[in-house]
T-cell receptor, first 113, second 115 residues
Framework: DQQVKQNSPSLSVQEGRISILNCDYTNSMFDYFLWYKKYPAEGPTFLISISSIKDKNEDGRFTVFLNKSAKHLSLHIVPSQPGDSAVYFCAASDNQAGTALIFGKGTTLSVSS | EAGVAQSPRYKIIEKRQSVAFWCNPISGHATLYWYQQILGQGPKLLIQFQNNGVVDDSQLPKDRFSAERLKGVDSTLKIQPAKLEDSAVYLC?????????????FGPGTRLTVL
C-alpha cells in the first residue's frame, strides 16, 4: 500500500514556464515532507522541504505548497530551466515513528528550450 | 566537504552468488541509512543505523540481507544468496542526527544486476 503517491510519471514543460509536480499521501501522521531531485547515475539530492505546521515554503525558483486537509503537496518551479530536467521524488516522514523517508515513485520532468 | 561515498558503482552477479556493498558517510554524520531502489520505484528503506547501533531493520530481508556499521563510521551491506528480484540500485544516505528535519545526503548508489 503506497503511502506517498506521485500519479504523474512524466511532465514536459517549455523553458521559462511553470512546472507543477504533485504528490498525495495517505498517512495523516506524516509531519515532514521533502522533495529530492535525481539525475541519471547520481544519488537523489535534497531540493526543498516543508513541515506540517506550514502551508508554504519558498527557496528561489522552488516553492512547495502543503494542503493538509487534502493530504496533497505540490512543487512549483518558476521559471523552469533545461537544467531542471530530472526525476523528482516526493518523500515524507513521521518523526514519531522514525526518521526514515517514505518516497513516491517519482516524476520525470523534461524542460525543453 | 566530501559527500557520501559508495563502492562499487556497478556489480553484475549470477543468482545464488553473494555480494557486498560499502558506504562511507559524510564525516560526523551519526545516522546512516541503506535504501533499495528498484527500477521505476522510489527508494525504500532497508536499514537505519544510529552510530553503530541498528535503529530500524524491519524491512530488511534478514534471511539473505545483512548489514553492519562496526565502528560507527562506514558500513557494509551484504546479500547472500542473491535472487533475481534483488536487481536494484542500493543507496546509502547519512544525516547528522535522528530527526528527519536533518536533510539526508545520498551517495551515488551501487547498481546491482542479478542474472
Amino acid at each position: 500500500d503506497q503511502q506517498v503517491k506521485q500519479n504523474s510519471p512524466s511532465l514536459s514543460v517549455q523553458e521559462g514556464r511553470i512546472s507543477i509536480l504533485n504528490c498525495d499521501y495517505t498517512n495523516s501522521m506524516f509531519d515532514y515532507f521533502l522533495w529530492y531531485k535525481k539525475y541519471p547515475a547520481e544519488g537523489p539530492t535534497f531540493l526543498i522541504s516543508i513541515s506540517s505546521i506550514k502551508d508554504k515554503n519558498e527557496d528561489g525558483r522552488f516553492t512547495v505548497f502543503l494542503n493538509k486537509s487534502a493530504k496533497h503537496l505540490s512543487l512549483h518551479i518558476v521559471p523552469s530551466q533545461p537544467g531542471d530536467s530530472a526525476v523528482y521524488f516526493c518523500a515524507a516522514s513521521d518523526n514519531q515513528a522514525g526518521t526514515a523517508l517514505i518516497f513516491g515513485k517519482g516524476t520525470t520532468l523534461s524542460v525543453s528550450s | 566537504e566530501a559527500g557520501v561515498a559508495q563502492s562499487p558503482r556497478y556489480k553484475i552477479i549470477e543468482k545464488r552468488q553473494s555480494v557486498a556493498f560499502w558506504c562511507n558517510p559524510i564525516s560526523g554524520h551519526a545516522t546512516l541509512y541503506w535504501y533499495q531502489q528498484i527500477l521505476g520505484q522510489g527508494p525504500k528503506l532497508l536499514i537505519q543505523f544510529q552510530n553503530n547501533g541498528v535503529v530500524d531493520d524491519s524491512q530488511l530481508p534478514k534471511d539473505r540481507f545483512s548489514a553492519e556499521r562496526l565502528k560507527g563510521v562506514d558500513s557494509t551491506l551484504k546479500i547472500q544468496p542473491a535472487k533475481l528480484e534483488d536487481s536494484a540500485v542500493y543507496l546509502c544516505a547519512s544525516t547528522t542526527g535522528q530527526g528527519a528535519y536533518n536533510e539526508q545526503f545520498f551517495g551515488p548508489g551501487t547498481r546491482l544486476t542479478v542474472l
